[in-house]
């Protein structure tokens, strides 16, 4: 129960985030090679490498086989982010860590809101997605209003 849960909560964390980060509308979205949808995913990669991306990835591609997620990712990441943001050309998916000013990317009008996202019925679930969400944390990603930021984890001490 616990392992079946976790999956859902990792593909809808996967989708959302794959939503709230991808291209400005009206800009080049994701690739799309014979039928397939291509979305580039990068983050951060430390101490827990990028298991919990890769796992997501293929959990995902298994529900949606029109899709294809390519997960890679580097210590330095947001080194690598910056030009490609700079372009025009940021990853559909993105977690550069904590080195990189992403709030910077949000005010800039860099970053696509989730508001309308956060509406949609919630994977497996009879609510809507923002309802599976504990508030205090979803809003640690809101600006102006908004909802950019996905929570990624939650750490207790």
Not at 8 to 15: G, K, R, T
Not at 22 to 40: C, M, R, V
Not at 64 to 86: A, C, M, Y
Request: aromatic share 14%; proline share 6%; glycine share 10%.
């Amino acid at each position: 129960m616990k392992r079946a849960l976790l999956t859902l909560c990792v593909i809808a964390s996967v989708v959302c985030t794959v939503v709230g980060c991808s291209k400005k509308p009206g800009a080049q979205g994701p690739g799309q090679t014979g039928g397939k949808i291509e979305l580039d995913v990068v983050s951060f990669q430390g101490g827990f490498q990028l298991d919990f991306f890769e796992y997501a990835a293929r959990e995902y591609e298994k529900t949606h086989p029109d899709v294809s997620i390519k997960v890679t990712g580097n210590p330095r990441v947001w080194e690598q982010l910056r030009p490609r943001f700079v372009k025009g050309n940021p990853p559909d998916l993105t977690w550069p860590g904590w080195g990189m000013d992403y709030w910077g990317l949000v005010a800039e009008d860099k970053v696509l809101s989730m508001d309308k996202y956060l509406q949609t019925k919630a994977y497996g679930q009879d609510k809507k997605w923002i309802d599976t969400f504990d508030i205090r944390l979803l809003d640690k990603g809101k600006y102006n209003g908004h909802y950019y930021i996905m929570p990624y984890n939650q750490n207790v001490f």
